[in-house]
């Protein structure tokens, strides 16, 4: 899932803060799964930080992230 606020909420907001969310899945054996990803456009890239999550087989897990985005190109 991606939601995006922009503030101020206005369509020349100075920043966005935009919130990631990802499910992931254990095919295997119990182990940690760290996630990674980025956001990237309008000549910048901006890394999301997901937690670790530790899962047995079979298990699954929603993991988010947060990025503040200055100057947003919406």
Avoid: M, W
């Avoid at 206005?10 to 956001?39: F, Q």
């Avoid at 910048?44 to 503040?68: C, D, H, K, W, Y």
């Amino acid at each position: 899932t991606v939601q995006t606020t922009l503030t101020p909420d206005a369509p020349d907001a100075a920043r966005a803060t935009v919130k990631v969310g990802v499910r992931v899945r254990n095919y295997g054996a119990s182990r940690t799964i760290a996630p990674e990803g980025s956001l990237a456009g309008a000549g910048q890239t901006i890394p999301l930080a997901f937690e670790a999550v530790t899962l047995v087989r079979g298990q699954s897990a929603t993991v988010t992230a947060l990025a503040t985005v200055s100057k947003p190109a919406l």
